[in-house]
């Protein structure tokens, strides 16, 4: 039997879950190992640098460089509020004034007699990393960030948008195949995730934006839906820091597709309980997943064997996978079969292939196994 490894899509009910807080530059930390942190604690903190503004001294005063030098009022390392005087000097045979002031408050970085400008620099603004997640900081990088361990359940979706967020799961649909429509919108969803169906429009997601729901679980989106939402097509490039009200995550694809049964029934499980989610995604380098993460108490220590760390899984017959490229995109299926040798594809190359049968239609297609994800679970979804 062939084997190969392949990244997962994690549908686990319960895992232990492991997520890195990392500061873009060094900084401090902010806990230690062993400690106890809610999702909006601050686990590490660090200053980035202000932005640098050229102001062209010699320009604004009308001047040449040359002049400029001895109408400096500020030095290298001089703290200056915007509209203070950086330069004044009489001119016109003392009649007329000529001067140049800040644009913004900063610090005097440098003076370039050759050009006659000076530097200022914003002052620095202060980044805070929060935990994320309810956990136990199980890992601290000095200077640089920590890691946040907790035992919960982790599902990932195949796309998503909008950043870290929290809420408390609620259920709008009561079957994985029906959509999320205006009418199914509660009258309360401050602070919800709404867990969908099948598919939402952009109506309906723009008005929970409105309402102040925190995120949105639904098994698919039309693109034109998601683009009228967001306002703009959205790119190939990492998703996440899209400027909207809330977080979208979608389990299946693209279209009016049905949640997996295997998921839609653990969410429905996890009503009411504080989750934290993700949008983010980068799906090209398959190194970024949108996520619904619920820590949970840990299990007996009879039941210890229950605990999985989340990782990369192993491709066989019966795994239960979904197709991630063109012409299958979202199609969950079956593995069947692994052959061996490599095939030929349309571009020429030859790669690992799979043949899958199709859940939705019960056909049996051929893909790369490059474009398979495993769905991880205890039972195959639908």
């Keep these: 039997m062939g084997t190969a490894y392949t990244p997962g899509l994690k549908v686990s009910e319960g895992a232990i879950i492991s997520k890195t807080r990392r500061l873009p530059i060094k900084g401090e930390i902010a806990v230690s190992v062993g400690d106890e942190v809610k999702p909006q604690d601050i686990v590490a903190r660090a200053f980035l640098p202000g932005e640098l503004h050229a102001v062209k001294v010699a320009e604004k005063m009308g001047l040449e460089p040359v002049e400029v030098e001895e109408s400096i009022l500020v030095k290298k390392g001089d703290s200056v509020k915007a509209g203070e005087i950086l330069a004044k000097k009489k001119t016109f045979f003392g009649l007329l004034t000529a001067q140049c002031a800040s644009p913004v408050d900063g610090t005097v970085e440098y003076y370039a007699p050759a050009t006659g400008h000076l530097g200022i620099r914003e002052r620095p603004r202060l980044l805070e990393i929060n935990a994320y997640i309810s956990g136990k900081v199980s890992q601290v990088m000095p200077q640089e960030g920590v890691v946040v361990t907790t035992y919960g359940t982790l599902i990932q979706g195949i796309f998503g948008v909008g950043g870290e967020r929290q809420g408390v799961i609620q259920r709008v649909c009561s079957s994985p195949d029906?959509?999320?429509?205006?009418?199914?919108?509660?009258?309360q969803v401050e602070e919800k995730i709404l867990v969908g169906g099948s598919i939402v429009t952009s109506d309906v997601?723009?008005?929970?934006?409105?309402?102040?729901?925190r995120g949105v679980v639904v098994g698919g989106i039309v693109d034109e839906e998601?683009?009228?939402?967001?306002?703009?097509?959205?790119?190939?490039?990492?998703?996440?820091q899209e400027d909207i009200g809330l977080t979208l995550i979608v389990t299946e694809g693209f279209g009016k597709m049905d949640?997996?049964?295997?998921?839609?029934r653990l969410l429905w499980k996890l009503e009411g309980k504080e989750a934290s989610i993700n949008g983010a995604t980068q799906i090209r380098a398959g190194a970024l997943r949108p996520e619904v993460i619920v820590p949970l108490r840990s299990p007996r220590d009879s039941d210890r064997e229950s605990e999985r760390e989340v990782s990369s899984s192993q491709l066989n017959i019966g795994s239960a996978v979904r197709i991630i490229r063109f012409p299958y995109f979202g199609k969950l299926a079956t593995v069947v079969s692994l052959p061996p040798e490599p095939r030929e594809i349309q571009t020429g190359s030859k790669v690992r292939m799979l043949e899958a049968k199709l859940l939705e239609t019960g056909e049996t297609v051929s893909v790369p196994r490059a474009n398979v994800e495993i769905i991880e679970g205890e039972q195959t979804p639908r």
């Design 259 to 264: 949640m997996a049964e295997i998921t839609f």
């Design 226 to 240: 998601l683009t009228a939402f967001l306002g703009y097509e959205i790119g190939i490039a990492i998703t996440g």
């Design 178 to 187: 029906e959509p999320f429509t205006p009418d199914r919108i509660p009258s």
């Design 205 to 213: 997601l723009r008005k929970l934006s409105q309402m102040g729901a």
